[in-house]
């Protein structure tokens, strides 16, 4: 200003003498002239470009927090922010679908530090502000801090934690903390499954060489007691002939009538054990031996339904006051393929008895035959046991679904029975009731 000022007044000295207003108005309108380059490109254009790039950072920041929000609540992993006393601030909807909740201000009675399975250790490291990660088991019916909020959870949830410093105030100072939680449920499940399947195919091997084990001592029985027998008969004559001279003989405390009864009886149980023993051994044996490929042949249901039965016969006894079964004499022979008919009707008779839950409880299986060539052949299962509503019925063929407590059920049986059974053209179907026991009936061509 003061050299613009300066450059006027020299240039109005050099100029002739003008009236005072022709030389003020000279004055200004040379001041404005060589001061405009100035202010334009030092005042002016400065001040534009910093309002244009405060609009393009503001812009920037509020796309920044669009995309954050966006990733926030779309990722698939629960996030929450929580304060450094563990009051919860944001959660994402990820967060409040594994806790079985609608609104975040629910969950905000459950301080970070009151989660379950949060030990001292866990809070000393956060505290510090470690990152900390571990994997949970949440009971909602049984964890009494989960229940300060109504979740509509009532299973048992695997969670995978990690707890990270959200921010530092100071260095000595945490801002909070950002919780990041995923449902492994399922990946649980999976691992014990596989675990599982090892240890049946394990077991499939080592039965076969029990089996094999059993049969050896139980061929020297089968063997050796008819030839007991023979020798038994040449005896017994010549006790018959001693006993006629003796007719107060006893022997090991029986009269002698009773003790020859007793002998044979004894060599009858001793083949019949022998038989049974077999029959259960071989029908271990089939029962593990792997199927390469499904071949349907005329089969005899009969022989079927028996090897299914003597597979789980004692479990059936133990678990049930009565189980009738109901077979026609002379069933026609089927086309299917035995080894599945098998499989499922052992997993029905199965879980019929784990359904039991009656001092009474019994267990049925029924045969019936349709009288045309169109008419299929039913095998039905039924127990009186706990049953099911209709929402469990439509669930039970699902992969992995199960009533039954951990340890007892896998939720594979009647999912795989579900999906051999079609493949030879059959099909299964329920009738159930809560607490008056259900019917499984397993329909196959004939």
């Not at 038994?232 to 107060?248: G, N, R, S, V």
Request: proline share 4%; hydrophobic share 40%.
């Amino acid at each position: 200003m003061f050299v613009g000022e300066t450059t006027v007044m020299i240039i109005l000295a050099y100029m002739p003498n003008s009236p005072v207003w022709s030389e003020a108005l000279f004055d200004s309108a040379m001041l404005v002239v060589l001061l405009f380059p100035v202010l334009y490109f030092f005042i002016f254009r400065p001040f534009v470009h910093q309002i244009d790039y405060l609009k393009k950072a503001e812009q920037a920041v509020r796309e920044s927090e669009a995309r954050f929000k966006q990733i926030f609540e779309g990722s698939p992993i629960g996030i929450a922010a929580y304060d450094n006393d563990g009051r919860l601030l944001k959660s994402n909807q990820a967060y409040l679908d594994i806790f079985g909740i609608s609104d975040d201000t629910e969950i905000k009675c459950l301080n970070l530090f009151e989660l379950p399975n949060i030990t001292d250790d866990i809070i000393g490291k956060i505290r510090t502000g470690n990152m900390v990660r571990f994997e949970a088991a949440f009971d909602f019916e049984k964890a009494e801090n989960l229940k300060c909020f109504k979740s509509e959870k009532s299973a048992v949830l695997h969670l995978d934690f990690i707890i990270s410093p959200l921010g530092r105030q100071m260095p000595d100072s945490l801002l909070g903390y950002l919780l990041q939680v995923r449902d492994i449920s399922e990946k649980k499940l999976m691992e014990r499954q596989l675990i599982r399947s090892e240890k049946l195919a394990s077991l499939g091997f080592l039965i076969s060489g029990t089996a094999h084990e059993i049969n050896n001592p139980n061929n020297f029985i089968s063997f050796n007691v008819p030839i007991l027998r023979e020798y038994f008969l040449e005896i017994i004559p010549m006790l018959d002939d001693y006993a006629k001279d003796h007719p107060d003989i006893e022997i090991s405390g029986m009269p002698y009538e009773d003790f020859r009864k007793d002998i044979f009886n004894l060599l009858d149980n001793l083949e019949h054990g022998s038989s049974r023993i077999s029959q259960i051994v071989s029908g271990l044996k089939e029962f593990v031996r792997v199927q390469d490929e499904i071949a349907l042949v005329e089969i005899d249901l009969n022989q079927v339904i028996s090897g299914a039965i003597s597979i789980c016969r004692n479990k059936i006894n133990n678990a049930v006051k009565s189980f009738d079964v109901n077979i026609p004499p002379k069933l026609p022979l089927i086309k299917s393929d035995p080894k599945i008919v098998e499989q499922v009707l052992v997993n029905l008779l199965i879980n019929a008895t784990q359904a039991a839950d009656k001092k009474d409880s019994w267990i049925k299986l029924k045969v019936t035959v349709g009288s045309s060539l169109s008419d299929h052949l039913t095998i039905e299962v039924s127990d009186n046991g706990s049953g099911m509503n209709e929402e469990t019925i439509k669930k039970i063929f699902d992969p992995f679904f199960t009533t039954k407590s951990p340890g007892k059920g896998t939720g594979l049986g009647l999912s795989i029975s579900h999906n051999l059974i079609e493949q030879i053209g059959g099909r299964i179907e329920v009738e159930s009731e809560p607490d008056r026991g259900s019917t499984f009936k397993l329909i196959l061509n004939k």
